[in-house]
């Protein structure tokens, strides 16, 4: 199993932007399909992008669809969720995931959130 650090939370203001990196120590990123799974006060976990291994695919859930996006570093050590236009509702504990089966859906991975490599969450708060 990977050992998956995200960083990039913090506090914002709605309509402001964050950042988050996941990166694995010592190990490339570039032959896992990488989830973000956000887990928002109270309730479960929600895989809210996702994206292949080979970067072909992507997968937002609606409630991110248009504010934000999924990329992976040129390096392939790094992959990143921008956030923009941020909500109250987008407030949560922030997850990095990795898995290195071979996926034929990204959409089906962000629904089951069946990954074998988990960090330990980034806390992002929205709030005036």
């Known amino acids: 199993q990977l050992q998956l650090v995200e960083s990039g939370g913090g506090s914002v203001q709605p309509g402001g932007s964050l950042r988050l990196s996941c990166a694995a120590s010592?190990?490339?990123?570039?032959?896992?399909?990488i989830g973000w799974v956000r887990q928002a006060p109270g309730k479960e976990r929600e895989g809210i992008s996702c994206?292949?291994?080979?970067?072909?695919?992507?997968y937002y859930a609606d409630s991110v669809k248009g504010r934000f996006t999924i990329s992976r570093g040129d390096a392939k050590n790094t992959v990143y969720l921008q956030m923009n236009s941020l909500k109250p509702e987008d407030t949560g504990v922030y997850y990095c995931?990795?898995?290195?089966?071979?996926?034929?859906?990204?959409?089906?991975?962000?629904?089951?959130?069946?990954?074998?490599?988990w960090g330990q969450g980034t806390q992002v708060t929205v709030s005036s």
């Open positions: 995931a990795a898995e290195d089966a071979i996926i034929t859906s990204v959409h089906y991975m962000c629904y089951v959130m069946t990954f074998n490599s």
């Open positions: 010592g190990f490339t990123l570039a032959n896992y399909t």
């Open positions: 994206i292949s291994s080979d970067d072909r695919a992507s």
